[in-house]
Nanobody, 123 residues
């Protein structure tokens, strides 16, 4: 599976962005997650849509970020509203076929990664 993340940019606090993660094939049966990594920080879980359709978010983005998938199941979106400066990071999408729900927050569990897209939020 090849993934292409896009949609990042420079915005002001309170603005919105929508990131896309386009896959080379259908994502049916895959768990798809978004992670982010700020300079000098470890990569952290943002949210994921489990292969059964369940969605989980990190507490830091809950209520502001929304994950969805298109009907063709080839693209996953991360709608980010009310952005804050602390959301500044490189955002990555990742997929895996064999995750169990309790493992979706651990980046080491994902086999395929996109290249990342930069999101910068100015105050």
């Amino acid at each position: 599976v090849q993934l292409q993340a896009s949609g990042g940019g420079l915005v002001q606090a309170g603005d919105s962005l929508r990131l896309s993660c386009a896959a080379s094939g259908p994502l049916r049966g895959y768990t798809v997650a978004w992670f982010r990594q700020a300079p000098g920080e470890e990569r952290e879980f943002v949210g994921a849509i489990f292969r059964s359709g369940g969605i989980r978010y990190a507490d830091s983005v809950k209520g502001r970020f929304t994950i969805s998938m298109d009907n063709a199941k080839t693209t996953v979106y991360l709608q980010m509203d009310n952005l804050k400066p602390e959301d500044t990071a490189v955002y990555y999408c990742a997929v895996d076929r064999n995750l169990i729900l309790s493992s979706i927050r651990f980046d080491g569990q994902y086999d395929y990664w996109g290249q990342g897209t930069q999101v910068t939020v100015s105050s």
